[in-house]
């Protein structure tokens, strides 16, 4: 045959509950695998997001923090870098850029 001794282009899908053919892309990992590699920090962080989010919008048509102007995507991650940053947490910063964690893994905890 033509590709004799070629590794083929394989495409792996997966099932999940439901879900199905989803493209490795498309799986996330569980909640319970995120905190056995980082810890329950970021979820005390969301905690702290939301806490702070909640007491920086209003509800007022106008005010350049009404909550439907507020661009909230923005106000989360420059939370998340400022307490990544922090010398508090030099130690989760530290897993957090680790090679073994890798681009994949850091979008899995922040998305």
Not at 43 to 52: E, M, R
């Amino acid at each position: 045959p033509e590709n004799e001794g070629k590794t083929p282009n394989w495409k792996f899908f997966y099932n999940a509950g439901r879900e199905r053919m989803l493209k490795a892309d498309d799986m996330r990992s569980s909640q319970e695998a995120l905190s056995r590699i980082f810890g329950n920090r970021p979820w005390v962080w969301q905690q702290w997001a939301c806490l702070k989010l909640e007491h920086q919008i209003r509800f007022h048509r106008g005010h350049h923090d009404d909550f439907d102007s507020k661009d909230v995507r923005k106000y989360a991650a420059e939370l998340w870098n400022f307490w990544l940053n922090s010398p508090s947490n030099s130690d989760f910063k530290a897993r957090f850029e680790d090679d073994r964690i890798g681009d994949i893994g850091r979008r899995e905890l922040i998305h």
